[in-house]
């Protein structure tokens, strides 16, 4: 089984993405699941349902999602064993993007929505730098000259990263996505699995765990 | 080494392979694509644009030869203006001009490169209605405005080999000037268009129909007779709407 990270801020078109690279490996007879991680249940399960692909939503309320991915990486990585499953994407939403859910080996793909502000790829960083590829996603949406001004700011911020776009309606793009993620060794999940991203200092107290919510934290 | 641009047919949404069999286009020549809405002119357009090896829905494949390497890689060999009439960008248009000439890689072709933004607005608002200003947020352009913009800067900064236009005529700006200036002996240019004036001065239409290329026409002499009497109506009509639209009466 091959494991593979895809992250980005919500409504980012990761889903999509997912989706079309799912359709290609199932052409070549691989069989792809999903394990989810956002802050809320959205009922993204019933997306990757419609198209007969084996998902789990987890809901992350209390803490980061990508943090909470790190956590149930386990669980994850055992799922997609106990399915019999090819592919195994870990789709995570995360939150302030100080850091970032990348790990050393693993194949680590980052979605930046088109329609998010030219300032947008510098704000996550960590996202961005620390992907192997990086795909601006809704290219459909703006004209070419925004898509080419886009692209040649996410080459700037990861010079080694393929970066790419697609197009979610039609999925023309993401054919090289699926192409790399098939085309990788297996993983085996080690314990201390190193981040790739430095994580950031401390947690702010409004949104760490039960007690959040009131103006002076815990 | 000749720039030529090849398209091998795919399928309508049938499944139907296209009959037109394989189309050469080369520098100079001007093709239109016609046929109802719906009917595959834009998917056309962005199959050429992607220079797509068979992987879109129409299963086309398309080559550019003749054109650098460098060119191809970068993304800038097929230029292309849609029917987009709005920028999301958060940019002004002085800086989106200068982003744009760095990203193609001739930022330093105009060492100033602050000209070069006045340039693209100055042959904008040559184009469109009310002028904007080069300091104005891209967002804030009208759609006439937004078109033009695109106009100016896909020959301007673009400068692409291939050049796709998509219903010029629907843009609120001046079609026939667009043209003028986007056209030019050293591009390969298809304009997807439903204007009979526009298809009659092409060298040839391919007429689309339920997805696919259905006809490929070659102007004849006696359609290109014709242009004159259709430019005079249309004169006429521009001249209507120009009265009419500035508060003028019959």
Redesign the interface.
């Known amino acids: 089984m091959k494991l593979a990270v895809v992250g980005g801020v919500h409504a980012s078109g990761k889903t999509s993405l997912i989706l079309h690279v799912a359709r290609h490996a199932a052409r070549q007879g691989l069989t792809t699941g999903v394990y989810k991680i956002d802050a809320m249940e959205a009922g993204d399960d019933q997306a990757y349902g419609r198209h007969d692909i084996p998902a789990v939503v987890h809901a992350a309320p209390d803490i980061c999602p990508d943090h909470e991915a790190m956590g149930v990486l386990d669980d994850a990585y055992s799922w997609g064993l106990a399915k019999g499953l090819d592919l195994l994407v870990i789709e995570t939403a995360g939150l302030c993007h100080r850091c970032s859910p990348f790990l050393g080996r693993f194949l680590s793909i980052c979605a930046v929505s ?2 998010a ?3 947008a790829p510098a704000k996550m960083r960590p996202l961005v730098e620390g992907a192997d590829i990086v795909v601006l996603t809704r290219s459909e ?6 898509r ?6 996410l080459r700037e911020l990861n010079p080694s990263a393929l970066v790419m776009h697609v197009d979610g309606l ?1 999925g ?2 993401t ?1 090289p996505v699926a192409r790399a993620m098939i085309g990788r060794p297996d993983s085996v999940l080690l314990p201390l699995e190193p981040l790739r991203a430095r994580l950031p200092m401390g947690y702010c107290h409004f949104c760490q765990g039960p007690g959040a919510g009131r103006e002076l934290g815990l | 080494m000749n720039v030529v641009m090849r398209l091998e047919p795919g399928t309508d949404k049938q499944g139907r392979p296209e009959s037109c069999g394989v189309l050469e286009l080369r520098p100079g020549e001007v093709t239109t694509v016609a046929g109802p809405t719906g009917s595959g002119k834009t998917r056309l357009l ?1 199959d050429i ?2 220079l ?1 090896p068979g ?3 129409t299963g086309r494949k398309v080559v550019l030869s003749g054109v650098p390497d460098e060119v191809l890689q970068s ?2 060999a097929v ?4 029917q ?1 009439m709005q ?5 002004t248009v002085r800086e ?1 001009v200068k ?2 000439a ?3 890689g001739n930022g330093d072709k105009d060492p100033t490169n602050e000209d070069l933004a006045e340039m693209v607005a100055n042959q904008a608002n040559r184009l469109a209605g009310e002028p904007f200003q080069v300091d104005q947020p891209l967002a804030t352009l009208s759609g006439g405005q937004a078109r033009a913009l ?1 106009v100016a ?2 020959v301007l ?2 400068d692409a080999p291939v050049l796709l236009i998509d219903e010029i005529e629907n843009a609120g700006i001046d079609r026939h000037a667009a043209l003028e200036f986007l056209i030019e002996e050293r591009r390969i240019v298809l304009i997807a268009t439903h204007d009979p004036l526009i298809m009659l001065k092409s060298d040839r239409r391919l007429v689309m129909a339920e997805g696919g290329i259905r006809h490929v026409i070659d102007t004849s002499d006696g359609e290109r007779a014709e242009v004159e009497r259709l430019t005079r109506i249309d004169r006429e009509m521009a001249v209507l709407r120009d009265q009419l639209r500035r508060g003028g009466t019959l």
């Open positions: 088109g329609l502000g030219i300032l949406m703006i004209s070419q000259a925004e080419q001004v886009f692209l040649d700011r039609t023309e793009g054919l | 962005a644009e992607r797509t992987d879109s829905p993304g800038f230029g292309r203006i849609s987009a920028f999301f960008l958060d940019l989106f982003m744009h760095q990203a193609r695109m800067d896909v900064v673009a």
